[in-house]
């Protein structure tokens, strides 16, 4: 029998023990991740924390987690209370930011940080002026 006739009556059960496989195993699941994600960059050219909406490139919410030193989850509370303006958001509903806003809210918050404006507020103010373009 030549390997594509066994494969051809074999690829269910081969299917499904490499499903369960990937389930149950997370070294494998992570390396696949991995070389799913570094396939990706090499192959569109979009930088890590990076996404492309609408033919330009935008910084996930992740990257400005880390910019800013806060947890994505505080930074979308932030945006429920309205502390962060509202980004623009792609057609999955998430947040999108540009270099101005990240580069905004980053020393929005290292005034606030440093005590010198306590209230929540003057931080969505000074990220808009930012984003305004008025000093």
Same mark, same amino acid.
């Given at each position: ?7 051809? *009556?074999? %690829? ?5 023990? /490499?499903?369960? /496989?990937?389930?149950? &195993? %997370? =070294? ?12 990706? +960059? =090499?192959? $569109? @050219? ?6 492309? $909406? @609408?033919? !330009? ?8 987690? *880390? +910019?800013? &030193? ?7 509370r932030? $945006?429920? !209370? ?9 057609? +999955? ?5 540009? &270099?101005?806003?990240? &580069?905004a809210?980053?020393?929005?918050? *290292? #005034?606030?940080?440093?005590? !010198?404006?306590?209230?929540? #507020? @003057? #931080?969505?103010? $000074?990220?808009? /002026?930012?984003?305004?373009? =008025?000093?």
């Amino acid at each position: 029998m030549k390997y594509t006739e066994w494969y051809k *009556k074999n %690829r269910e059960r081969i299917s499904e023990k /490499r499903k369960l /496989r990937y389930l149950t &195993d %997370r =070294k494998l699941r992570n390396a696949r991740r991995q070389y799913s994600n570094a396939y990706y +960059r =090499k192959h $569109h @050219k979009v930088p890590v924390g990076m996404t492309v $909406h @609408k033919e !330009k490139l935008y910084w996930k919410i992740s990257y400005l987690a *880390k +910019r800013i &030193d806060r947890s994505m989850t505080t930074i979308r509370r932030y $945006h429920l !209370k309205g502390i962060f303006p509202i980004p623009e958001v792609n057609e +999955r509903g998430c947040y999108l930011y540009t &270099d101005a806003y990240v &580069d905004a809210a980053q020393e929005a918050l *290292k #005034i606030f940080d440093s005590r !010198k404006r306590t209230d929540f #507020i @003057k #931080i969505k103010e $000074h990220i808009e /002026r930012r984003l305004s373009g =008025k000093s």
